[in-house]
């Protein structure tokens, strides 16, 4: 109980005088000892470190969850060390949506079969995304994070000792200044010691030796004094050097958050190169399936469903259509077997799924097939391909 009362007592005494260090050079009444160029330097560094970290981390955690609740929430399951519940996000969802419509709709139609395939793919992206998340957050955030909540909490703690034991230097120093200076007084004092026994009558005489009597215990201080500056520039020393080589050690986090940036790069290029795969793949089903010009009630495989009429003007306004057995263009074009530009004259719904649907003056590629009807062209628009009438169309040089 004792150790304990004393120690109480020197720890608040060590407060106090660190908070009267503190005030004095707050106003300007007492000197600080100012930290070397290179120490400050790595302070600084190290703070720019800190501030940008937590900018960054902060900002990808939005990046890759736009939802502010839903940040909030897994913030507070990993302070309760809980597992998230698992939720379908937003890509997910939207695949369950259409597959659910398609479903309705019918699948055996091509707006239904479409709707089932995109539902599919869009699940797809969802899970691609899912994983990108879980990518980063490990690869990434997490060595972020371990930076903030690990390393430079350790970095904190020690500049904050060492701005303690800088109080410390600093209120030895001004206890040896006035130490000294009091030991000064009191030999200037004792030099001029008045002769005879008239001056102990006199009241201010012996103010005046009561007051060297007094200024002689600061002589004794001195040495005390300076026994404790030399303890206090050690340890002071010691945590300047302790908490530059931490300092120092920012660099080594810098190359490490290098690597991890990298990995945070190289997983979003492979994710959002997954995802195009995805899209492509989805556009190739797609161009398979009728235009969205055509009767989406239809059938997607059915053959047998009678071909639909085009909507043609009166005869008078009409082109006249090239003959297809004596165009000399469709002559060459059936010869070289190869292709050529065509514009359509009117609009054609297609009536299968191996027909194309057109749309007048779009322009399209022809090209002529072996076997082939004579008064058919395999026309392609983009990723789309499928037979067209010729009727239809007029060769373009």
């Known amino acids: 109980m004792e150790f304990n009362v004393r120690r109480l007592a020197a720890d608040a005494g060590t407060f106090l005088s660190r908070a009267v260090q503190f005030t004095e050079e707050t106003f300007g009444q007492a000197e600080k000892t100012e930290l070397d160029a290179h120490l400050e330097t790595l302070l600084i560094r190290a703070e720019s470190t800190k501030h940008w970290t937590e900018k960054i981390m902060k900002q990808t955690e939005v990046v890759l969850q736009p939802n502010p609740n839903v940040r909030m929430e897994e913030f507070l399951y990993e302070k309760l060390d809980k597992k998230v519940p698992t939720r379908a996000n937003n890509h997910e969802l939207l695949g369950e949506c259409m597959i659910d419509s398609g479903h309705e709709f019918g699948p055996g139609t091509a707006y239904g079969s479409a709707l089932v395939k995109c539902g599919e793919t869009e699940k797809l992206l969802g ?4 994983e990108f998340i879980h990518s980063s957050a490990i690869n990434f955030l997490t060595p972020f994070r371990n930076f903030i909540e690990g390393d430079f909490k350790i970095i904190s ?6 701005q303690n034991k800088r109080l410390d230097l600093d209120a030895a120093k001004n206890r040896m200044k006035k130490a000294r200076v009091a030991d ?4 200037e004092l004792n030099s001029s010691s008045p002769l005879g026994e008239e001056y102990v009558a006199h009241f201010s005489y012996m103010l005046s030796f009561l007051h060297v009597r007094w200024l002689k215990l600061w002589t004794e201080e001195v040495q005390q004094a300076e026994t404790e500056l030399r303890i206090a520039q050690s340890e002071f020393d010691r945590q300047a050097e302790i908490t530059r080589l931490l300092l120092e050690g920012i660099g080594s986090t810098h190359a490490h958050h290098l690597r991890c940036l990298n990995d945070f790069v ?9 995802c195009y795969q995805y899209m492509v793949n989805l556009q190739k089903q797609l161009g398979s399936f009728p235009s969205t010009f055509s009767n989406n009630n239809q059938p997607a495989g059915s053959s047998s469903a009678s071909v639909s009429v085009p909507s043609v003007p009166p005869a008078a306004s009409l082109p006249a259509p090239p003959p297809s057995q004596t165009s000399p263009a469709l002559n060459e074009l059936r010869s070289t077997s190869g292709t050529r530009k065509a514009r359509v004259l009117y609009d ?3 009536a299968s799924s191996s027909e194309l649907s057109l749309l007048a003056d779009e322009v399209i590629t022809v090209s ?6 004579s008064d058919w062209l395999m026309g392609q628009r983009g990723n789309q391909k499928g037979k067209v009438p010729i009727t239809y169309l007029e060769l373009l040089n």
């Not at 899970?127 to 899912?130: P, Y």
């Not at 703690?157 to 060492?162: N, S």
């Not at 000064?184 to 030999?187: D, I, L, N, W």
């Not at 002529?368 to 009807?373: A, E, H, R």
């Open 127 to 130: 899970s691609a995304e899912k």
């Open 157 to 162: 703690k020690e500049r904050k000792l060492l």
């Open 184 to 187: 000064a007084r009191s030999a």
């Open 266 to 274: 190289e997983a979003q290029a492979a994710y959002y190169a997954q």
């Open 348 to 350: 054609y719904d297609a």
């Open 368 to 373: 002529s097939v072996p076997g082939m009807d």
